[in-house]
């Protein structure tokens, strides 16, 4: 098998992974949403732990650490993905798998339009054109919705400023999220002890050993297709890992409509619609800029 295909494999893997979050987190119920992100946080640095000595990567997180502005991008990183896995929890355990996967849907997006914000870039006429189709979109389903699609705005919006975060930083997929689980962890553990010994609320123990043991699964789930994405973003190119990152959305939506029992109306089928073409609209320029960039590397080379 070659690179390039184990590649494409390992990616389809990692996003097919994502997809199935939704059959993953109701499992863990009746704990709430606050108590699985925080079990979440700690059972990820927990594996994140194992990875790093296993993988021996203690060098590289020292030096990483030495970098203040590399560790601050990080802690706005971790605190980021909080909110983002926060939401997601949330809109998956309440019945609205449907509204998760808009914001990855439009995610893309929002991480373009974040590059003319934050970054200063400059957007081709069609990106232009997406992006008006996609807030049209947005607009749609609030009115659809009866209220603005709340949850897919902090997933798309808190997981575009993650990745900006994680690309300024330009740290390895372990050692970034080792640290970053690293930062959250003594919020996350201080409100798990509160919740057993305080509040007395505590769902872990109290649901059999099934609960345990999937509760602590928590960190696996989340390292395998992280690690399964770090590999393959090495052996792929960049725009068959841009095309891929839309299985996981579809996944979701999928399972929203179907296995999940999730209603759409005709309304938020016209919003989804028009996500979509913003979508094709995007992906086609992007595609075809690039080919048209390539063209004339490969011009000036020959000259």
């Avoid at 732990?49 to 030096?63: D, M, N, T």
């Avoid at 400023?161 to 962890?185: F, H, M, P, Q, W």
């Amino acid at each position: 098998m070659t690179e390039a295909r184990r590649g494409f494999l390992l990616g389809v893997t990692a996003y097919a992974l994502w997809g199935a979050f939704p059959l993953y987190w109701p499992l863990l119920e009746p704990s709430g949403p606050v108590e699985i992100l925080a079990h979440r946080i700690v059972w990820s640095v927990v594996v994140m732990g194992i990875l790093v000595v296993l993988l021996r990567r203690f060098g590289a997180i020292r030096e990483v650490l030495a970098d203040r502005r590399r560790t601050m991008l990080l802690v706005v990183a971790a605190v980021t993905i909080t909110f983002n896995w926060g939401a997601y929890i949330y809109g998956v355990n309440n019945g609205r798998v449907v509204e998760t996967s808009l914001g990855y849907f439009i995610n893309p997006l929002v991480t373009v339009l974040m590059g003319v914000f934050v970054l200063g870039e400059r957007l081709r006429r069609a990106q232009w054109w997406a992006l008006a189709i996609g807030f049209l979109a947005v607009v749609v389903l609030s009115i659809d919705y009866g209220r603005p699609p709340a949850v897919a705005l902090i997933l798309a919006f808190s997981f575009g400023t993650y990745g900006l975060a994680k690309k300024s930083a330009g740290v390895g997929a372990v050692e970034s999220l080792t640290i970053e689980t690293a930062v959250l962890a003594p919020v996350a553990l201080g409100y798990l002890v509160w919740l057993g010994l305080v509040s007395q609320t505590s769902h872990f123990t109290a649901e059999g050993t099934g609960h345990v043991a999937l509760v602590v699964a928590s960190g696996i789930v989340t390292a395998i297709p992280l690690l399964c994405f770090g590999a393959a973003a090495t052996r792929v190119s960049m725009t068959t890992l841009g095309l891929l990152q839309y299985l996981a959305p579809v996944l979701q939506f999928l399972l929203g409509i179907t296995v999940l029992g999730e209603s759409m109306p005709p309304g938020r089928w016209v919003g989804f619609t028009l996500v979509w073409l913003a979508l094709a609209i995007f992906t086609f320029e992007a595609l075809r800029h690039r080919r048209r960039c390539l063209a004339l590397v490969a011009e000036a080379s020959a000259v």
